[in-house]
Structures are given as C-alpha cells and as structure tokens.
C-alpha cells in the first residue's frame, strides 16, 4: 500500500512532466488537416443541427468525405464557439488531455505493476516525443480522447479485478465508456480484446485462466455487440469498406495486392519499433521513397519480419515469467491493428498520431523491466543510482524533444518546410510544400518541389496539380501531358478533366478538347462546364476552317513563354 501523500505527489509529479513536455504547444495556430477539418469546415463554425454528425462524415464531401468521428466533430463545434475560432482553445483542451491521460495511465500501471515501476511507465509515457503530432495539431485531439477513455476503461477493469469479479455497474460504466471512445475514433474498437488480455495475463486469480475468461464471456459478447452495432451505424453513413477511409494514394496506383499491403506493413515495422522505444528523429510524412511500398516478397522486408516474430515470441515466452510485458505486447500489438494496414488499407502507411494509444503498451512493457532490474541490483547501491540516473536521462531527454518538436505544427509555413528537412526522400513532404509556395505565389519554388515530388513517385494528384498551376500561368505545353498521364493513371479523376479541354483550346486543338470535354461529363463533370468548353470548341473549329479558307496561319491564343 501507499500513502496518499505519496500518490498525489506523484500524480504532481507525472502532471507537471506532462506540461513540460507539451505546454509550449498552446501557442501553436493552425496547421495542416486543421484547415479543412476546423478552419474550412462550415458546419464546425456553428453549434446548429450538431446531432446531424451522427450522421455525417468526419471528413467534410468537399475534402472526401470519409470517416466517422461525431464525438471529434461535435466537440470541435463547442470549442469554436467557445473561443470563437481562436485555436488557444483547441491546444489548450489537448494539453489538459495529455496531462489527464497521463495521470490515468499511471493508475492503470499501479494495478498491474509497483508504484515505483508505474510512475516510471507514466513519466515515460507524458515526455514521449511520438506524442508531439496528436497533442501539437489540433485534429489529433480524436487520439487523445480515445487514449484517456481506454486507459480509464482499462484501468477499471484491472482495478476491479483486484477486489474480485466485475460488477455490473462498473461493466456497465466500462460499456459506456467504450462507446463513447468508438465515436471519438473507430481504432477505440479493440478495448473488448484488451480485457480478455488483461484477463490472460495481468489479473491475479487462482481459478485457470480459461475458466476465468468464460466468466466473462457475457459481457465481452456485450461489447462486441456495441462494437457491431458501431460498425453498422458507421457503415451507413462512411462508404468505403470496413476501413471507411479511401486506401492511400499509392496503394491505389501501383499494382498492389492485399498481400503486398501486408508486405509493406512488414516492411515498416522496424519504424514502429524506432518511434516507440527511440524517437529521436521524427517526420510528418512517411511516403515513398521514405519508405518502401511492397511490390511482391524482398530483402527489405527481412528486419520488418524479424521485428514481428521477435514480437510475437516475446509475448509467448513472457505470458507466465513477466505477465505485464506480455500485456503490454499484447496492448500495443492489438492497439497498433487498427491502423497498420495488416487487417484493413489504412490512408497511410505510418502516422505518429496513431502510435499514442500503442505507446501505452509499449511503456508498460519497459516499465516491467524495472521492478527485475532493481531486484538484481538491491544490494548495489551505486548501480541502482545509475539505473535512477538513466532513467531522469530519458526523461529529460523526451522533454527537450517535444518542445522543440512541438514547435513545427505552428503552422503550415514551419510544419511543411521542416518536413523536408525530416525526410527529403518522402514525395508528399516535396508536394505539401510545393502547394504551399504556389498558394503564396512563389512559383518557381513550388514547381521545383513538385517536379521533385514527381521524381520520388508518380503520384496522378501531383501531376494534376502541377499541371493546374501550369494552365493557370498560361503554360499549356507542360500542362498537357500531365493531364494525360493523370488521368491515364487514376481514372476516378477524369470528371476534372476540364483544364485539359481548356488546355487545348489554347492550343486549337479543337476536336480534342471536344472529346476530353464530353469523356469529363461522362466521367461525373460539371455538366454546364462541359458544354461551355464543347461549345467554344465548335467555335474555333468554325473559325479555323474559315481562316484555313483565307490562306492564314493560325497561332496558339496564348504562346508558351520560354522556360
């Protein structure tokens, strides 16, 4: 037993590193997915009809229309109104998150562990710089709702279970709180599956451990029907599969199979493992050639693959010697699921925000190392000063990381120059900011990091966008066979084919643009659009013809400069 001096000093403690690791982000605006989800979004501005998100898309149809995060949006609601669009609010909300989900993992692992051992575990979870992308920018608030809500449901769990069996009520708060978080974001989904782990590994009972897990096989059942429930709920109102998010751009252009996706995600998991245990370099985009998309069994697929069985293996061995490593594993295996691209495709390959929930785990497991170590150095007093040492060394050295890491989702200007700088070989770190310039009217920068992007990876967006700028500066020979290889590779794309048709008008190739016109409105286009454009191409076929009568030459309305 502790004292409650002792436990409130260390809930201070784990505060107060939670802040230092985390508190400068306030003073961040808004950056990157904030301006379509908050700042661009409507329906955010305003806290009219807030139940019709129930019913809507995460994303708003004008930026793609896919996810179901209600809770995320109606909560964005409140916080717009209540500050009035400042986003002093939105950071400030998701540093008191931090700093509660802290404390609250420091109560989960004083279920499990001895206090020692858990303030260790929540202090190194408060300072972890992985955590930077979902506190930093304002839409990773939807990780840090569903990372408090589990740990708080799994904390009731494992602290009931010391009394006893779980009662009702606390099933039905447990219940509750599972539902909640599946609407703060769908990866909250696999909290029944950590029970039943936490059942296997960490719940001291002498009853056999598959006796023990019939006993709570009706409510687990319970769970899993609010969890399908969820499912369907989401499945009307989220096209796209199961995953309910459009699979990422290159899986999408490359051909790939289910198998390469699991491929791939072999691939990155040394990358997990990096960010998890020393993230000490970090990186808003990890795209190709950053990383490395999976055409088929390779080398390079190896280390991926020797992590993994490394992994799973540790939870076999540690399952009866050190039951809290295999739950923690077991924590950051199930945690990491969601969103690894192995069961679902994912619209991304690794994203640091998701490793927030999975970093509970994985500090749990480090954290079990400690009561092992300090038995074996008992009686070595300058070792057991050493290890101390060490882990105030971690500690400090994840602080200092996450403020200055914190200080890049300032805003788009920081955060998409300074993702060049973390991965000049990642394309959309090179197009992110190309947009950027081209948006501030900078257009020879922009072309470059575009171009460079397109050198990295042949992504049909990239060429779309660039050859957009093209059109717009009156640059119509560049523009067009971007347009063509765009829309050769992504087909979905061919309702925006209309700047190709006006393309060609520029270039009198009039019947064309008449065809490309028609195949837009075919595809899905603006109907009105299109027939501007089959018109104006009927013009100038007209008129070409009467000037080919006459004897003249005719000329490109807008001649290309020279480049």
């Not at 190194?124 to 992308?133: F, I, R, S």
């Not at 791939?264 to 998991?269: C, D, E, N």
């Not at 092992?372 to 007093?381: N, Q």
Request: include cysteine; charged fraction near 15%; aromatic fraction near 10%.
């Amino acid at each position: 037993m502790i004292s409650r001096r002792s436990w409130w000093l260390t809930v201070l403690v784990i505060a107060v590193l939670a802040l230092a690791a985390s508190a400068n982000s306030i003073a961040n605006g808004y950056a990157y997915d904030d301006n379509y989800l908050i700042v661009k979004a409507a329906r955010t501005h305003s806290l009219t009809g807030w139940w019709r998100d129930f019913g809507q898309t995460y994303w708003p149809r004008e930026w793609g229309g896919d996810g179901y995060r209600p809770l995320s949006a109606i909560v964005f609601r409140l916080q717009w109104a209540l500050g009035r669009g400042a986003p002093l609010v939105f950071h400030t909300l998701n540093v008191v998150l931090h700093v509660v989900t802290s404390v609250a993992v420091l109560w989960l692992a004083c279920g499990i562990l001895p206090f020692a051992a858990a303030g260790v575990v929540a202090a190194l979870y408060a300072v972890h710089p992985v955590h930077v992308e979902a506190i930093a920018n304002v839409v990773g608030q939807s990780e840090l709702w569903v990372a408090l809500l589990v740990v708080v449901a799994s904390g009731l769990y494992v602290h009931g279970r010391l009394a006893g069996p779980i009662s009702w009520k606390r099933w039905l708060v447990i219940g509750s709180l599972y539902l909640v978080s599946c609407f703060f974001k769908e990866h909250a989904i696999v909290l029944p599956a950590l029970l039943v782990v936490a059942e296997a590994t960490v719940v001291k009972d002498r009853l056999p451990v598959l006796r023990r897990l019939a006993q709570i096989r009706l409510p687990i059942l319970l769970l899993t029907a609010l969890a399908v429930a969820f499912l369907w709920a989401r499945s009307r109102v989220v096209l796209g599969g199961v995953a309910g998010f459009v699979p990422y751009l290159p899986f999408q252009i490359v051909r790939f199979t289910g198998t390469d996706r699991v491929l791939t995600a072999i691939g990155v998991a040394p990358e997990w493992l990096r960010l998890l245990l020393w993230p000490a370099r970090l990186a808003t985009e990890y795209s190709p050639r950053y990383v490395e998309i999976a055409q088929g069994p390779s080398v390079a697929q190896l280390p991926g693959l020797l992590v993994l069985a490394g992994t799973l293996g540790l939870i076999v061995v540690c399952w009866r010697r050190s039951p809290v490593t295999a739950f923690g594993i077991g924590w950051l295996v199930l945690t990491l699921l969601p969103a690894s691209n192995f069961i679902v495709p994912a619209g991304f390959i690794v994203a640091e925000r998701t490793l927030l929930l999975p970093s509970v785990g994985a500090m749990i497991a480090v954290g079990s190392v400690v009561p092992w170590l300090y038995a074996r150095l008992e009686r070595r007093r300058v070792a057991q000063l050493a290890a101390t040492a060490a882990v105030a060394v971690l500690i400090g050295l994840g602080i200092a990381r996450s403020d200055t890491r914190n200080r890049v989702w300032r805003d788009n200007d920081t955060l998409f120059r300074q993702s060049v700088l973390d991965a000049p070989d990642s394309y959309r770190a090179h197009y992110l900011l190309g947009q950027y310039f081209f948006e501030r009217g900078q257009h020879s920068y922009g072309e470059h990091h575009l171009r460079r992007a397109l050198e990295l990876f042949p992504d049909p967006v990239v060429m779309y966008n660039l050859a957009e700028h093209y059109r717009e500066a009156g640059w119509c020979d560049p523009a067009i066979p971007l347009y063509r290889s765009a829309f050769a590779m992504a087909s979905n794309m061919r309702k925006s084919q209309f700047g190709l048709a006006v393309c060609l008008l520029e270039t009198l190739d009039m019947e064309e643009a008449r065809k490309v016109a028609l195949s837009a409105i075919r595809w899905g286009g603006d109907v009105q659009k299109g027939r501007e454009i089959v018109a104006a191409a009927n013009r100038g076929r007209d008129s070409l013809v009467a000037r080919g009568a006459r004897g003249e030459i005719p000329q490109p309305s807008r001649p290309v400069p020279d480049r």
